[in-house]
């Protein structure tokens, strides 16, 4: 396939040199078709695309809709029968390659509660087409103390090739498009998508540029800053996951910094933004023609604060890490603070359950609760509890510690001692605490709250619930 020649010049030693003669392209444009196929098992399909787009006779090969199936297989997709009589390589190109990255957790930036939205591949049935659903997760508001609550599925989003059967026709030229300031670059078509009560609207899905803004609680005579989400540095954050591949919007730059210093005093406590010091990563957002008051899918996104809020944007979702690990007998010699890391859920007692990711760090030793979703005391992002294992002369006194405020004699197989956070309203009048954790099982985890003397239950996620 190669012409290998060599070229000599006066005083230099001869370079070989090799280049594709015709009889070589020939050759790889021969190619029959089950190479081709098999070639999706050492290459990405893009890289197939581009190989085949160097001829005429190898771009035949991407007609077959076998290959497009195939391409299909790695997001869990075999079956085609719902998607409203789609080719492969429409499913493929215009739903799995732009929006598949949607697939797992997000949390927002929503101020003081935050909120958790799960996106997964549906594969469709005989009442609805298949598409890609966004659901979030919805806890009580209020929770006993040793009975935190499993997360609730709730949709409210959906990506398919529905038919614009839209609700209000006048918003039906918003469909499938990724932004409203953008034109449309796929079929797929975005709706806000409510099963109860039965409620569907057109709707649309953006990526977000990075942005320096932070939020922020203006009082009467000083300011809260509301942690900056995600910071810095954050063990949650899914670094690896990537955003939907559509166009990136950039970030409003205006702030409300000089706004809230004319704010009528009568009007506080108000939720503004301002620059800070954390810039924040791109992200993605859900804008919705009708306000959160119009849209029961919006309403269960979005919290309603008891204060004013200058922050008009829809709320900024990053990826959360779904990591769920099977967890390790405490009792075994095993076991390190390592196998609590992961997404847990808690009981906050009149603030009801909430999400919070615990995450190990090996120069300290600790463990570290950060809020993913939080409340009007202690709000998302915060650290709500770090806890490490006691030196050797501080077990015998833990343990004691442990049996006097335990009245109901639940034995703890691992202690952990720590400090964590409480507040007041507004995240005002914050304060350090002592703690105790008590590693119960491999998914169970009692902390006790020494300022509030109260025991708080912790569990490990362990994923959606299989269907029978």
């Known amino acids: 396939m190669a ?107 929503s101020p003081f509660y935050g909120k958790v939205i799960e996106f997964r591949l549906f594969m469709g049935n005989e009442d609805e087409q298949g598409g890609i659903i966004g659901e979030a997760w919805t806890f009580p508001t209020r929770s006993p103390p040793d009975t935190p609550t499993p997360p609730s599925y709730t949709r409210v989003l959906k990506l398919s090739f529905d038919d614009d059967n839209d609700e209000d026709s006048s918003e039906s030229s918003q469909c499938g498009s990724s932004s409203t300031a953008i034109p449309k670059i796929a079929p797929v078509r975005i709706f806000c998508d409510s099963l109860s009560p039965p409620s569907r609207h057109c709707s649309s899905l953006i990526r977000l540029s990075a942005t320096p803004l932070g939020k922020f609680l203006q009082l009467h005579r000083k300011k809260v800053n509301l942690p900056d989400f995600p910071p810095h540095i954050s063990p949650w954050y899914d670094r690896d996951r990537g955003l939907p591949r559509i166009p990136e919007i950039p970030e409003v730059t205006h702030h409300h910094r000089e706004i809230i210093k004319i704010y009528p005093a009568a009007r506080l406590p108000a939720v503004y933004i301002a620059p800070t010091a954390v810039m924040k990563p791109a992200a993605i957002s859900i804008h919705c023609p009708r306000s959160h008051v119009g849209c029961v899918c919006q309403s269960r996104l979005v919290t309603t604060l008891p204060y004013d809020n200058l922050d008009e944007r829809p709320p900024r979702y990053y990826p959360l890490r779904n990591l769920i690990l099977p967890g390790t007998d405490p009792d075994s010699a095993d076991w390190s603070v390592h196998d609590l890391d992961g997404i847990w859920y808690g009981s906050y007692g009149p603030n009801g359950t909430e999400c919070i990711y615990l995450a190990h760090n090996d120069e300290h030793d600790t463990i570290e609760a950060t809020k993913i979703t939080g409340d009007l005391n202690v709000p998302r992002g915060c650290v709500s509890w770090i806890a490490h294992l006691p030196l050797g002369h501080q077990r015998a006194m833990a343990q004691g510690y442990w049996t006097s405020v335990r009245a109901d004699g639940v034995e703890a197989r691992r202690l952990l001692m720590g400090h964590g956070t409480i507040a007041g309203s507004g995240f005002t009048d914050m304060a350090i605490v002592e703690l105790m954790a008590g590693v119960i099982s491999a998914d169970h985890i009692d902390i006790f709250w020494a300022e509030l003397h109260e025991f708080r239950t912790y569990r490990r996620y362990k994923g959606r619930p299989q269907s029978p």
């Open 3 to 109: 012409d290998t020649r060599v070229q000599t010049s006066s005083g230099s030693r001869p370079q070989p040199t090799t280049r594709l003669t015709l009889e070589g392209a020939a050759s790889a444009a021969q190619l029959p078709f089950d190479i081709v196929h098999t070639l999706l098992d050492y290459t990405t399909i893009i890289d197939l695309v581009n190989f085949c787009s160097t001829c005429k006779a190898l771009r035949a090969h991407l007609r077959s809709e076998s290959i497009w199936r195939r391409a299909c297989v790695p997001y869990g997709l075999r079956d085609f029968t719902y998607f409203g009589g789609q080719s492969a390589y429409t499913i493929y190109t215009q739903l799995l390659h732009p929006y598949a990255a949607l697939v797992g957790l997000w949390a927002s930036d």
